[in-house]
Structure formats: C-alpha cells, structure tokens
C-alpha cells in the first residue's frame, strides 16, 4: 500500500469539499505504546506552518476517538494520550484502524486522518480450561488420535498461535494441523498403554504463538488410563497344603484361599468356586466371595487319608479371567475303627489224638486306622490246649497246644481279642468253636465185673435169662457194641448149647429146661465188641443160678455135702474151680 509511503513523506490527499471530501491522511502506530508518543507531525504534514497551525487553532473534534490521540499545537504533533490496545478495540480483526477528525477554526476546515494500530505481541496463547482430561482404555493401539483443546491468541498475523508443544512423556506426541479458522493439535498414541503399571498420564500442552519473543500458554493434560480385563486372578500360593483331623465337626473352617487380580472394579473382584464335583469336593463347602473352605461333610481317614481340591478364582470381568490352585488336604487319623478279626478254620473237627503244633485254624487281624491306630495285638482270652502263633505281620495259626480229650472237652470256645495301638485303645474280639472228633481210645466197660442171674428150674427153653449191657465213652461206631458169649476152649459141653445171647440188646436167653436136682449153677463170660478200627472189648462174667421148685420130697442135707455135691455136679461144665450156692 502506498500510504505508508505517503506518510513517510508527507505526502497529503485531498480531495473535493462536495463529495465531503478532506484531506486523507494515513498514520500508523503500534498498541500499547507509552501516552506521549508521536503518531506524526500533522501540521507538517498538512504543509502548515506550526505558527499557523497554532493560530487556527487545530483541534480533535469530540467523538472521535480524542480519548486517545491529541494535538501539541505549538509543534503540530499528534500523539497518543491513551494507551491503545489492539485486541480490545479490533477484537480478531486484523485490520484495525481508528480515524480521528481534526478540526481548524480560522479558517473552518476539517481533516480526516486514519490511524492504523499495528499489532505487537502483547497476548500469550491460551487455553479455555485449565486441565483437559482425556480417558483412553489401556488396550488402545500405537497410532490412535485423540483431540485436544484448541489454545487461542488475540494476537494478528505472525504474533497469533503458530504450534504446540508436548511435555517429554513415553507414550504420547501431537500433530499440529492448520486449520481454517485455527491451529490445532491432535494427541497421538505412540507406545502402548498399561493402566496397572500407570493409571494416569499427566501431560502439559503449550500452545506457541509466532511473536518474538514467543508467547506461550499451557494446558495440563490428564490422561486417565481405563482398565480392561487383561490380567488373570492369581492365588497366593499355587499348592495349598493342610493337615485336617478325621471326624472334624461340619462347618469347621480349614483354610482360605486367597487370589488378587491386578484389574480395577468387576474386573479385579473375584468368586472363589470348586473345580469339578466329585464326592470329595461335596465334604466341603467353599465361600464364593472369601475364599473360607468349610467342612460339610463327614471327613473320614479310612475312605480318604489325602484329598486334594481343585479352586477356581474367576474376574467379574466382561470376558471373564480365571485362574486354578490346589488344595492337598492331609486327613489325621483318630483312633475311631476296632480291629477286625478274620478267621479261616483249616479243620472241621479236630480228632483227639492231634499232635501239639498242629494248626487248625488261621487268624488275620486288620484295623481301617492308620499309624500306631492300627497296629494290633492279639492273643487269646483263657487257657486253652491251643495257642496263637504269630506267622508274619497281623496273621497268627491258631495250633493245638497240649493233649486233647474229647471225652472231657468236646468243644472250646476259643475268644481271641485283638487290640490296636491307639489312645485310647479299641479292641474286638471273636469267638471260634473248635470241635474235638471222638477216636477209640476207650474200651467197653461193664458197671460190675460180675452179673449174678437167678432162673427158675423147669423153665421153658427160650425164657430170658438175664440181659447185659456195656458203655462206652467214646461215640459213634467207636461207642456202637456188639456183646457175644466167650467159648471157653477147655468146658466140657459148649456153653451155646445152653444160652444165646443177642449180639445188639445183650439179652441172654435159655436154650433148655435147668432141673435145680441137675445144675444149680453155672457160669460164663460175655464180651462187649465197639466197632471202632481197631476195636476195644472187655468182658463180665456172668453167674446163673437156677431156682429151686418145690418139685422133690424133702431130704435132709448138710450145707457142706450139698455144696460139695454140687461142685461135683458142674465141675464137668468148667475146668477152673467154681464155688456155688445152693439157696
Ligand atoms: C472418563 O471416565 C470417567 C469414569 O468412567 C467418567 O466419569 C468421565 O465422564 C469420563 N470422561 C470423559 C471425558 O469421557
Ligand atoms: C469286630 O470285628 C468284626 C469282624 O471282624 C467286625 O464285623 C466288627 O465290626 C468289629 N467290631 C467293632 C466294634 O468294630
Ligand atoms: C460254646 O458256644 C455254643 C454256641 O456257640 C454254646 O451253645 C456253648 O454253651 C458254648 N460253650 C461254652 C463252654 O461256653
Ligand atoms: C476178661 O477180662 C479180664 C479183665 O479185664 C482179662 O484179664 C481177661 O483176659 C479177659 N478174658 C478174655 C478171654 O478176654
């Protein structure tokens, strides 16, 4: 433009006073600059005299803007008698001027001057708010954008915004753009983000304007990291081990376990559960938001001395995390089983004769309870012709320990206890039954060794003569007898031709008529046969006597001839000396 050049040399338009035309004159003055400064020489350049100029009496006409220019009459000056701020009076604009008339009384004319305010780089850039937060999810990948505040400077042209600057950071830088109207920047995600290792970023955003000096003004920037569910729960221990008494009371507590997660809100709280439901895992109860495992159930050593349970801690998150722990749960035992007895007899009975040592049955102790709880003696209630012998660990041989009699004892009774180690001690015992079987160790006895019978004289043949009859302790066929007469080899007549006897009953009967005149007396042995293998016997004599009938006329005797006559009379039946009795 040339009117800078205008005013430079003092060059003046005018222009015709019909078309309200005065002289143009074009000053410029920078803003803000101290009251007092010369804006031209007006009277120079007007081409007036300064001793004219004070005569006619120039002055500002009211109005237009005299708050801030005046007139030094006597040197023709326009100066500055406010200070002038371009921002205010122009706001954004970038032409800024103020024209001012001038007024001379004598003679009347008028004199318009324009006065461009130039700018100076009197405004810092700034920000409409102090901080600017932004929220940018921690999963947000390198090369996202994000937008920031726009900083604003009053200033024109080269004093106005020109960049902006970000604080030295790891993971953010800015692009400033140009824009129509503004310069702005966007934020930019250079390396990725992590919420659990910084929750916020803080950033400072200068905004720079072109003056110079620089002007600049700043923003804080807070970046708020929000979380996303990508950490796993993790247990405080990755194997939980405990020792757990047997027979604990339900709801005991035996342990907690505990996992964090690294995540904020839902997706670091966490619900404890079992993994898998098997028998094991129903004897217990697990607390879904503490972690407390209780006892719900009946804890017992002998169906599982070790229990392990398998936990489950899981994120509350959208796509949930979860992570697993072991539990190993040593159960202690308590003394709470008996010993059991187990007994296998070898032999259904027993015979007599058995030799001392001989087994006869086999013995197995055994105790559900662990450690010293089921460590078990054993031995035998009473005294018995029997004894355990240890073979190896809990098993015995019942074996025979002394002589047997079947006739005295037929049957033992044999209680055998066995008790464990524990404190206090159970015990149990059993009862076996061992049955003695018979061998022929006893012969048949008579109840006398003689049996006197009396037969009437004259009797019929076939009568009864007497009946015999042998014990025998032994049973069975060993007890089964057989009776028969005893031939004596040296008689003269054969007894059988006299008697018979039932070999079964023992009955012994007359095969003939006796006449007491003939035969008084006679004797003979039976013998008792059992049917053992080898079988026993022993015999009875047995002594007749036949009975006197009334069948003869008296005669007198001495005792002693009929005694002696009698002998006489059987001795042909027997070679020993028989005695006889003749009442
Ligand atoms: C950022 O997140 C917080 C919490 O979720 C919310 O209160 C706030 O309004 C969010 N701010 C912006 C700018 O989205
Ligand atoms: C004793 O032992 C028997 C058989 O061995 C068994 O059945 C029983 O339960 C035991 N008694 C006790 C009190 O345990
Ligand atoms: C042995 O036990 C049986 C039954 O088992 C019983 O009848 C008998 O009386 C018992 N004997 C003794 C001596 O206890
Ligand atoms: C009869 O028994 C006696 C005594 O027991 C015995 O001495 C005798 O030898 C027996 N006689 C016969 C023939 O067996």
């Known amino acids: 433009m040339g009117f800078a050049g205008c005013f430079q040399c003092g060059f003046v338009f005018l222009f015709s006073a019909l078309d309200a035309a005065f002289a143009q004159i074009i000053y410029s003055v920078q803003e803000e600059v101290n009251k007092g400064t010369i804006v031209g020489n007006l009277a120079k350049d007007l081409n007036i005299n300064v001793h004219d100029f004070e005569y006619r009496m120039f002055e500002i006409v009211p109005g237009s803007n005299k708050k801030y220019f005046d007139l030094n009459l006597k040197t023709g000056v326009l100066f500055v008698r406010e200070k002038i701020d371009r921002e205010e009076l122009c706001l954004s604009n970038p032409k800024c001027s103020l024209n001012i008339e001038a007024i001379a009384k004598n003679p009347h004319n008028l004199y318009r001057v324009e006065i461009k305010i130039l700018d100076i780089n009197d405004n810092a850039p700034h920000f409409p708010v102090k901080s600017f ?259 190896y660990k809990n098993h015995y041989s019942l074996v025979v320990d002394g002589p047997l009699d079947r006739e005295s004892v037929s049957q033992y009774n044999i209680t055998i206890t066995a008790t464990d180690e524990g404190t206090p001690a159970l015990s149990n015992s059993s009862i076996i039954i061992v049955h003695i079987s018979d061998i022929n160790d006893n012969a048949p006895y008579f109840a006398t060794p003689v049996i006197n019978a009396y037969i009437s004289e004259n009797g019929q043949a076939g009568g009864l003569v007497t009946k015999v009859t042998a014990d025998d302790s032994d049973t069975g066929e060993n007890a089964e007898l057989s009776y028969s007469l005893l031939e004596s080899s040296i008689s003269i007549i054969p007894i059988t031709s006299l008697i018979n006897i039932n070999s079964l009953t023992g009955e012994i009967f007359s095969l003939q008529s006796f006449n007491h005149e003939e035969i008084k007396r006679f004797q003979f042995q039976v013998i008792a046969t059992d049917s053992g293998v080898p079988p026993l016997s022993s015999n009875v004599t047995v002594n007749v006597f036949i009975l006197d009938d009334n069948d003869n006329s008296p005669f007198f005797r001495s005792e002693s001839v009929s005694a002696h006559r009698y002998c006489l009379s059987v001795s042909h039946l027997f070679t020993e000396p028989h005695w006889f009795d003749s009442s």
């Open 133 to 391: 937060s932004v929220n940018i999810t921690e999963n947000a990948s390198p090369g996202e954008r994000f937008l920031l505040p726009v900083a604003e400077d009053s200033d024109y042209g080269g004093n106005s915004l020109k960049e902006y600057k970000l604080s030295q950071n790891e993971h953010f830088t800015i692009e400033t753009q140009n824009g129509e109207q503004s310069v702005f920047a966007e934020l930019v995600l250079n390396k990725a983000l992590d919420r659990e290792k910084q929750a916020t970023v803080k950033l400072v955003l200068t905004g720079v304007d072109g003056g110079k000096p620089p002007k600049s003004g700043t923003v804080n920037i807070i970046i708020n990291v929000m979380d996303i569910n990508d950490n796993n729960p993790v247990f405080s221990q990755a194997l939980y081990k405990i020792k757990l008494k047997e027979n604990v009371a339900s709801g005991t507590k035996v342990i907690s376990v505990f996992a964090s997660d690294l995540d904020e809100g839902i997706n670091g709280e966490i619900v404890y559960s079992f993994v898998g439901h098997g028998k094991k895992q129903d004897l217990f109860t697990i607390l879904p938001t503490t972690g407390e495992i209780i006892v719900n159930g009946n804890v017992d050593y002998e169906e599982n001395p070790a229990i392990e349970l398998r936990v489950q801690a899981r994120d509350k998150g959208n796509s949930p995390k979860s992570t697993h722990s072991k539990i190993l749960i040593e159960v202690l035992d308590e003394n709470d089983n008996a010993p059991e007895i187990i007994m296998i007899s070898l032999l259904n009975s027993v015979k007599e004769d058995t030799k001392s040592g001989t087994a006869v049955a086999l013995v197995t102790v055994a105790d559900k309870d662990g450690g010293k709880n089921c460590i078990v003696h054993c031995a035998l209630k009473g005294s018995y012709p029997f004894k355990l012998e240890p073979s």
